[in-house]
């Protein structure tokens, strides 16, 4: 398997906390990913990294950032949760891009209360 | 309005009965990609297809890319109940860019 994990898997925060998630992989891929899932819409991009300190803007980055401070770590911060970021989290890693698919990881079940 | 439209969205059938799930876009993709997702765990890869006009098999899954790159199709022959899960069609418009729909859920009863 390839090894990516996500902590935590679950979290109950509370409205206008900051949040921060965490991906971790051993495979030194340089594409790192970060989509939120929910019913009715699929997986969205959120943010991703192509590179250590580099990253970019998701179709859905509004009240999110990001850090890539290390190959195998990248971090998603909610810089103030809200009910509508309740969802489900998922980081995915690649190691040439998106023509050769992707490897998730478990998810972060967020419920912003 | 999703990117990717995805058909059905659930699909009910027997043990042993064939099925297609359809991926459409008004878009065109320099891939796409399919994917099955089980309750609790990310996406997990099966096929990725490039060429407009690819057909793909895996065991008893074929895989086929529309020819100009804005559909794919997914058939089934003689399902199991180990094919029950979310499946997903993924396009990539550029590098990066990588839009999914919102699945088709399949359950297959023994």
């Known amino acids: 398997d390839a090894g990516i994990t996500q902590s935590p898997r679950h979290k109950v925060t509370e409205t206008g906390t900051p949040v921060t998630l965490r991906c971790h992989q051993t495979?030194?891929?340089?594409?790192m990913y970060w989509y939120r899932q929910d019913p009715g819409h699929g997986l969205r991009l959120i943010h991703y990294s192509y590179g250590v300190k580099d990253t970019d803007k998701g179709e859905v980055s509004d009240g999110y950032s990001v850090s890539r401070s290390k190959t195998e770590d990248f971090l998603l911060t909610l810089e103030s949760a809200t009910s509508s970021q309740t969802s489900v989290y998922f980081c995915a890693i690649s190691g040439t891009g998106v023509n050769y698919g992707y490897t998730f990881g478990s998810g972060t079940r967020l419920t912003v209360v | 309005t999703q990117l990717l439209e995805q058909s059905p969205q659930f699909l009910s059938i027997q043990e042993g009965e064939n099925l297609t799930v359809y991926c459409n876009s008004s878009?065109?993709?320099?891939?796409l990609q399919w994917y099955r997702q089980e309750p609790g765990e990310g996406p997990v890869l099966l096929v990725t297809v490039v060429t407009g006009g690819e057909v793909k098999k895996l065991k008893r899954l074929t895989f086929q890319f529309g020819d100009a790159r804005k559909d794919s199709s997914l058939h089934i022959t003689a399902a199991q109940p180990g094919d029950t899960g979310l499946y997903l069609c993924a396009g990539a418009k550029n590098n990066n860019d990588m839009r999914f729909g919102a699945g088709t859920r399949l359950t297959v009863k023994p």
């Open positions: 495979e030194n891929h340089r594409y």
């Open positions: 878009s065109v993709f320099s891939s």
